[in-house]
Nanobody, 124 residues
Framework: QVQLVESGGGLVQAGGSLRLSCAAS????????MGWFRQAPGKEREFVAA????????YYADSVKGRFTISRDNAKNMVYLQMNSLKPEDTAIYYC?????????????????WGQGTQVTVSS
């Protein structure tokens, strides 16, 4: 099992940057693939980015490709989401998640572990 705690959210102007962090507890962290999802008010939870257990493979939603970067530090049990060139439509609660397989990485129902979320608000 793994427990996840996000941090780093906040209010930023359009064009700005934020770095989200996700601290994971549990000795099996490095055996999990990790990801970020987001959910805006009135919308479904959507995939943002994912990274394999080794960090060797990454996946991004088209809407964030080229602007967001996911990374992980297995020695520190941490996952990060660097968000640049933020847009008002990036406003949402961002969730860190863990899964044993990335086979269906964009489907949030296949991810087994979730953090409590951190709010990101981008003003225009």
């Amino acid at each position: 099992q793994v427990q996840l705690v996000e941090s780093g959210g906040g209010l930023v102007q359009a064009g700005g940057s934020l770095r989200l962090s996700c601290a994971a507890s549990g000795r099996t962290f490095r055996s999990y693939s990790m990801g970020w999802f987001r959910q805006a008010p009135g919308k479904e939870r959507e995939f943002v980015a994912a990274i394999s257990w080794s960090g060797g493979n990454t996946y991004y939603a088209d809407s964030v490709k080229g602007r967001f970067t996911i990374s992980r530090d297995n020695a520190k049990n941490m996952v990060y989401l660097q968000m640049n060139s933020l847009k008002p439509e990036d406003t949402a609660i961002y969730y860190c998640a863990a899964t044993a397989t990335l086979r269906y990485y964009s489907d949030y129902t296949t991810w087994g572990y979730w953090g409590q979320g951190t709010q990101v608000t981008v003003s225009s």
